[in-house]
């Protein structure tokens, strides 16, 4: 069975598991924006399953390489 949490309730179970545990809503909103961490975005939030942190967190996957940078076009006013 998956399980799919937002990310205040994946920092919740979390800390409810390890109330000692550094693992804030900050830092998997960071993993998620990263893509280090597999996540869906519906709406404006990102779900994300228990396993794909608990995966990330045992070390088995690590953060994408970067790809190449997308350049910004730059409007330029005559």
Known sequence: MIRTRTIREA???FHEADPQTCLTETAIRTLLRTGAVPSARV?????????ALETYLEGSV?????????????????
Request: hydrophobic share 25%.
């Open 43 to 51: 709406g404006r939030k990102y779900l994300v399953t228990i396993e």
């Open 11 to 13: 920092a919740a179970y």
């Open 62 to 78: 690590g953060p994408k390489t970067p790809t190449e940078p997308t350049t910004r076009k730059s409007w330029k006013i005559k």
